[in-house]
């Protein structure tokens, strides 16, 4: 019997900014949050000088939904790079979905998953049931004996979930009209406004070095104001900046990593991030009245991901004959591609600053200017569940 191939996209991610050790074991979302955050080492590694946007938390989501169809060694490998307990997550994990999407949270997070699979394609009961328990995917029957036709309707729906923001995910030629049965999708769509404001108006153009070398000028954002910022070591000794950005609901913040040393490359510090690194900045950092300066930014990648997660130990379920899926469905099938795209506006909108921040601004100092004018990383952060909903390096503004 010849094998089938199941084609799963991964994770379609729109972000839209207005804009150690750990004492406990890692939470569900800092385990897959891990996993994601490798990845995006080893895309940074292979693009030094690049803008690279990633979501680990949507890399990990997509696995999440493929487990519950895995058996034997395919599912051994994905519960080994997520961390996951074999007994499986997925009490968590509907957990985790619940509490990153609740309206608590005040900035909107919104995470729509679904399984496009072939008219008559028979996936198992308990396969979709587990799914929609624990990320409420949708699951509709397309038809890819019609490449283009089946690409339009998966782009439709990304572009709804997106807002516009990723109006395409999937080209028709990804889509083998005869052996296609399943494409999966993970779509994670943030927008976020600033608890202290950036005003238009103190925007200004200001040179920013590039990772190249070159100095472009940049509309940067400038505010005075009371920020989380603290000093890190690497473990070969390199210092680098931590300032906190948080959202006006407090629950998600973006974290800025600057080196210390303008001849220091970003490149040297990535290596050393992990969901642990970040637990123990909260160790490191103090509130302190400082003049930020950063620039506004628009960032968009695509990743394939297929290398990247083989490296990381999950490679039979991309292999004929060794992919084992058979709580997915009675058809053998194997993984052909993983995909993600994400994208990232960052600029001044946001609210206005709590007034207790407004009453610490009156102490008398002169405050000192951290201005990020040179490459750097951030990190979306839901600080309940740990879990890194984006992550980016920023080369060229």
Not at 132 to 150: G, H, L, Y
Not at 255 to 268: A, Q, W
Not at 357 to 365: E, G, H, M, V, Y
Not at 386 to 395: K, T
């Amino acid at each position: 019997m010849k094998r089938l191939s199941l084609l799963c996209l991964v994770a379609l991610v729109a972000l839209y900014g207005h804009k150690g050790v750990l004492s406990q074991p890692p939470s569900y979302g800092e385990r897959g949050s891990d996993l994601g955050i490798q990845v995006f080492q080893q895309v940074v590694h292979s693009k030094p000088q690049e803008n690279v946007v990633l979501s680990p938390h949507g890399v990990a989501s997509i696995l999440g939904m493929l487990l519950p169809g895995a058996h034997g060694e395919t599912r051994k490998q994905i519960l080994n790079a997520l961390r996951y307990k074999k007994n499986g997550p997925y009490k968590m994990l509907r957990k985790l979905h619940k509490t990153l999407t609740a309206k608590s949270n005040q900035d909107i997070v919104l995470i729509a998953n679904a399984m496009f699979s072939q008219v008559g394609f028979p996936m198992e009961q308990a396969f979709v049931t587990t799914n929609k328990a624990n990320f409420q995917f949708e699951s509709r029957s397309m038809d890819f004996s019609n490449p283009p036709a089946a690409a339009d309707a998966i782009n439709e729906w990304v572009n709804n979930k997106t807002k516009g923001h990723i109006p395409s995910l999937i080209k028709a030629d990804m889509l083998d009209p005869s052996l296609t049965r399943l494409v999966a999708v993970n779509s994670i769509y943030f927008k976020g406004l600033w608890k202290s404001r950036f005003q238009p108006e103190n925007t200004k153009m200001r040179p920013f070095t590039s990772g190249d070398g070159n100095v472009y000028k940049v509309p940067m954002m400038s505010q005075l104001s009371v920020f989380n910022i603290g000093m890190a070591t690497t473990p070969q000794g390199l210092k680098y900046k931590v300032i906190e950005l948080p959202y006006h609901g407090n629950t998600i913040s973006m974290l800025i990593v600057l080196p210390s040393e303008e001849d220091t490359p970003l490149s040297h510090v990535v290596p050393h991030i992990s969901t642990a690194t970040v637990q123990s900045w909260t160790k490191l950092m103090h509130m302190r009245k400082i003049r930020l300066l950063i620039p506004k930014f628009n960032a968009s990648a695509e990743v394939d991901l297929n290398d990247h997660l083989s490296a990381l130990g999950i490679t039979d379920m991309f292999t004929e004959g060794k992919a084992d899926f058979r709580h997915l469905s009675a058809e053998p099938v194997h993984v052909s591609k993983t995909l993600q795209k994400a994208k990232i506006v960052v600029n001044e909108d946001g609210t206005k600053a709590a007034a207790v921040t407004a009453a610490i601004l009156l102490a008398r100092s002169s405050p000192p200017w951290v201005t990020v004018d040179r490459p750097f990383l951030f990190l979306i952060r839901h600080n309940p569940t740990g879990a890194v909903l984006f992550m980016g390096q920023i080369n060229q503004p």
